[in-house]
């Protein structure tokens, strides 16, 4: 499974005439939440700070504008922060790999950094954020999402969908007790993504495993 697409068909076809868009909402949904509980997917950016990209709170904290992710999807979690201080030449004369609890996401109209001190970066430092991602649970691009992430969690999102599906009540396809053995599924191949992460091993589902997360 290459495809985020083809994940619809192999919903649509557990269930009796249930249309494609919302086989195909179920997906999103589920490899959304899959991705937020399992970081499997994940992203390291590396950008420059520049006076535009910053600003000071009303409570002296630092916000910094969190650059364009490359893809339909959502920050779902910031790892690790490392602050690289400029030598004011183009160069670089030491790094701070801030520690947890020194900074989050902060989600306003545009996602930014919030550091705790204001004092964390200035302009011209350069910045490596590692990033966890997943695709939003709605409007999002089902192709947007990348074949090593449709390889880890497809069968997960397939069960999972299927079952959110099939509980709607009072249409053709509903089937609570088929519902209740897909959604038991589900949650067996997400806890086995879980374990396939921790233990850094995709067992040769990622395109581009990473210790065992896909970096896309």
């Known amino acids: 499974m290459d495809s985020a697409s083809k994940l619809v068909?192999?919903?649509?076809v557990r269930l009796k005439g249930a249309p494609e868009y919302l086989c195909a909402a179920a997906v999103r949904k589920a490899m959304s939440q899959i991705c937020r509980q399992t970081?499997?997917?994940q992203k390291t950016i590396t950008f420059v700070l520049d006076a535009g990209m910053m600003e000071t709170t009303v409570d002296e904290l630092l916000r910094v504008r969190m650059p364009d992710l490359g893809y339909e999807?959502?920050?779902a979690r910031l790892f690790r922060?490392?602050?690289?201080?400029?030598?004011?030449?183009?160069?670089?004369?030491?790094?701070?790999?801030?520690?947890?609890g020194t900074f989050r996401v902060h989600r306003g109209e545009t996602m930014q950094i919030e550091f705790s001190s204001d004092d964390a970066a200035e302009a011209d430092d350069r910045i490596t954020i590692a990033v966890s991602l997943a695709p939003y649970e709605l409007g999002a691009t089902l192709n947007e999402i990348p074949p090593g992430i449709v390889q880890l969690c497809g069968e997960?999102?397939?069960?999972?969908?299927?079952a959110d599906v099939m509980r709607m009540s009072k249409r053709p396809w509903t089937d609570y007790e088929a519902a209740q053995w897909e959604w038991t599924e589900g949650m067996n191949a997400l806890r086995q993504i879980i374990s396939n992460v921790d233990n850094g091993s995709t067992n040769g589902t990622a395109s581009a495993p990473v210790s065992g997360i896909v970096e896309g």
Request: glycine share 8%; aromatic share 8%; proline share 0%.
């Open 81 to 100: 922060v490392l602050v690289e201080t400029s030598d004011g030449a183009g160069g670089y004369n030491r790094f701070t790999n801030l520690q947890d």
């Open 156 to 162: 997960a999102a397939v069960h999972l969908a299927t």
């Open 39 to 41: 970081d499997c997917w």
């Open 73 to 75: 999807a959502d920050c």
């Open 9 to 12: 068909q192999l919903v649509q």
